[in-house]
């Protein structure tokens, strides 16, 4: 089962509740939905994690959480994801974003002289780039959020159909009587 990988690689529940950076949130954090590994709550966490990790602005995992917690969806998936942007990938990803955000509102393209993908350029530059950045930013993460939502539910439910498949050929091969085996007494009459 998905369930029994996912166990496998997020941390413990009990340890994740514990962390000291969580004690904000309080009673928000006793709705078991929150930690279930189900499909509904896992594509929840897989999309709350892909929109705000292209969200440019800090405190991503806080927003993941909030979103999380607002939406029923896993706690520990959607604020794992966050790291998807990571002070590696942020600057092709917020390039993309940014990129893309200008194809969306037609803006003329105006960082490519003096591009430094450093975080002083960044915000030396954000009066001119926030907009742009901002709309593809938002647009990709929605994007991805509902591609991540998708996939999720369908390949779990590929997965409960390849189960029950391989479950029903297990029991089909341990009723089915061996060739040769069936004679019954009354058949060699004479002998």
């Known amino acids: 089962m998905p369930r029994q990988f996912l166990r496998q ?3 413990d529940v009990d340890k994740v509740l514990a962390r000291r950076e ?4 309080g009673r928000l954090l006793d709705d078991p939905y929150l930690l279930h ?4 709550s896992v594509a929840g966490g897989v999309a709350c994690g892909l929109f705000v990790a292209f969200i440019p602005l800090p405190g991503q995992m806080l927003m993941a959480a909030m979103l999380a917690i607002l939406l029923r969806a896993n706690l520990v998936i959607s604020v794992a994801l966050v790291w998807i942007t990571n002070p590696i990938t942020m600057p092709p990803f917020f390039y993309l ?3 893309v955000g200008t194809w969306v509102i037609g803006s003329p393209v105006t960082i490519h002289a003096g591009f430094e993908p450093t975080v002083q350029w960044f915000w030396a530059q954000f009066a001119r780039i926030w907009k742009p950045l901002m709309v593809g930013s938002l647009t ?9 939502y998708g996939s999720v ?4 439910r590929l997965h409960i159909v390849y189960q029950l498949r391989r479950r029903r050929k297990r029991r089909a091969s341990r009723s089915r009587p061996l060739i040769g085996n069936h004679q ?3 058949t060699r009459s004479g002998l």
Do not use: D, E, T, V
């Open 37 to 40: 590994l189900n499909r509904r």
């Open 22 to 25: 969580l004690r904000p949130l």
């Open 140 to 148: 990709i993460g929605s994007l991805l959020a509902l591609a991540g």
């Open 184 to 186: 019954s007494k009354g």
């Open 153 to 156: 539910h369908l390949l779990w």
């Open 9 to 11: 690689h997020l941390p």
């Open 97 to 99: 974003s940014y990129m």
